[in-house]
């Protein structure tokens, strides 16, 4: 990146080159996403503007984006956004980047609950517990109007993150958010709910070590260790949420493919549970776990 006078389609060339030449991940999408962001356009944009002559300015700055992300901090986190369910998501190093696997939870919700799509005076309740960036409570709330959500996490961080995407997508009126671990803010509040959601951290502690640059060491380490096994918090919520689940109320737990099983072993030696099943991603790999408390 000398300074002669580039062009869009020239810098996309040359820095994708680069990228790839530093092994990260799909680097054409990178050099494009980084521009885009740089040049506050869109990708689109860039390929009708593929002639257009670049000023010094813009060109150091994205020499700086493109520094960053050869030090593999997520693109997600350069850019300040990620998209989650067909909407744009402010994202930043207190919360965990969305992953499209997530949206699961956000479709098998929806199908528990669709009279709270289009029925006023609904009393239906739901609780994202550990929203994080608050993509699913906020993603639910856009969908089903007559519904009452509340979001908790332990991180005061995160609740910020979660509150600004609230108010970004118009639903921050209709989204409960509450600070604490777990179920423990809800211990004093006679409060069940319809459906309990959660993308818990679920990564063993024993591999924590192994995960990619971009993950390990810039998302939060608090959204992602699970304890042994990656099973702590997912174990945890088993027996404790029906405590907070109305009578044939449904709890939905994302995890990892080969945690699944024992899962639903949990749920079945908890007692608590009647229907129960096991729902794939779209990558045809078993992600999430639902289990229906039992009404008696």
Known sequence: MNRQK??????????????????????????EILLAHQLKTSRIKLYLDFDKPLNEKDISEYR?????????????????????????????????IPRP???????????????AKNEPGSDTTL??????????????????????IWASDVSGEALKMAGVNALKHGVDARIRFIEGDLFTPLKDISQPFDVIVSNPPYIPSEEYNELP???????PKCALDGGKGGLSFIEKIILEAKDYLKPGGWLLMEMAP?????????????????EKKVVKDYSRKERVVMAQRKSH
């Open 101 to 115: 696997e997530t949206e699961i939870l956000v479709e098998q919700a929806i199908s528990i609950l669709p009279q």
């Open 258 to 274: 080969f945690q699944t099983a024992r899962a639903m072993d949990m749920v079945e030696q908890s007692g608590f549970y009647g």
């Open 64 to 96: 700086d984006l493109v520094k960053r992300r050869l030090k593999r901090e997520p693109v997600q986190y350069i850019t300040g956004k990620q998209e989650f369910w067909s909407m744009e998501f402010m994202v930043g190093p207190q919360v965990l």
């Open 6 to 31: 580039w062009i869009i389609k020239d810098l996309l060339a040359v820095t994708a080159e680069y990228l790839k030449e530093k092994k990260i991940e799909s680097p054409r999408l990178c050099a």
């Open 213 to 219: 640059a971009e993950v390990g060491q810039y998302e």
């Open 127 to 148: 609780l994202d517990l550990g929203t994080g960036s608050g993509a699913i409570a906020v993603s639910l709330a856009h969908e089903l109007q007559h519904i009452d």
